[in-house]
């Protein structure tokens, strides 16, 4: 399989919470990302956790890191129509010198 | 400017053209980045340049020709380019290759006919 895999929709009303979940295989890996992308637009780096950590929190976005299961969440609070992107988990693997492992992206659609 | 900056933005290319894509960032970064988004695929990594020097090339075809004269430049070179190559084409830079985060640009969005 892919080495780093998301679901590839999520649709969600405005004001409730958004979970994104991704999975990867590779237990070298030091850094995990969450990037976003618009519409014509690059991609935006959202937050990042060091694989040292199993949480991390920034305003309304929440990632929590399950390093035993290799499983990484982004967690959205009170989304907003605003958020409607593509989602991008990647990895870092300790030995890649700086390569990004990307998974296929989440489309996330927020509904008013 | 801020940031990492594309040029151009969208670009229509025969398949006998040569063109080149540009890229600068202005964050002071040592590590740059060529990356090819397609439909139905997950983003790829072409090369890394680290210090100016390329330290990796993830067996992309010989005709993308990178060239970084400086920490702060990137080119890409095309040419007798094939549909299939039709792509965003996406620039980032970071800290040092391995170490802090990749900052994107917008991308060039690429159509070869």
């Known amino acids: 399989g892919e080495d780093v895999e998301q679901s590839l929709f999520l649709s969600v009303r405005e004001g409730d919470s958004s979970v994104i979940n991704c999975t990867y295989t590779?237990?070298?890996?030091?850094?995990l990302y969450w990037y976003k992308q618009e519409p014509g637009a690059g991609l935006q780096l959202l937050t990042y956790?060091?694989?040292?950590?199993d949480m991390k929190q920034d305003q309304r976005l929440t990632v929590l890191l399950n390093k035993k299961d290799k499983h990484l969440s982004l967690r959205i609070a009170d989304t907003q129509t605003g958020d409607s992107a593509i989602y991008f988990c990647?990895?870092?693997?300790?030995?890649?010198?700086?390569?990004?492992?990307f998974g296929q992206g989440t489309i996330l659609t927020v509904h008013p | 400017e801020t940031g990492v900056t594309q040029t151009p933005r969208h670009l229509v290319m025969g398949m006998t053209n040569k063109k080149s894509l540009k890229c600068e960032q202005h964050?002071?970064?040592?590590?740059m980045y060529w990356y090819k988004q397609s439909a139905k695929k997950p983003l790829e990594l072409m090369f890394v340049?680290?210090?100016?020097?390329?330290?990796e090339n993830n067996s992309v075809p010989s005709r993308f020709s990178p060239e970084c004269p400086n920490s702060s430049h990137l080119f890409l070179h095309l040419h007798t380019l094939q549909p299939e190559d039709s792509a965003l084409y996406l620039c980032?830079?970071?800290?040092?290759?391995?170490?802090?985060?990749?900052?994107f640009g917008p991308g060039t969005r690429l159509t070869v006919t």
């Open positions: 980032a830079s970071s800290q040092e290759a391995g170490a802090g985060e990749q900052y």
């Open positions: 340049y680290n210090f100016k020097e390329q330290t």
């Open positions: 964050l002071g970064h040592n590590a």
């Open positions: 990647a990895e870092m693997r300790g030995t890649s010198y700086g390569k990004l492992t």
């Open positions: 590779d237990s070298s890996s030091t850094y």
């Open positions: 956790i060091f694989s040292n950590m």
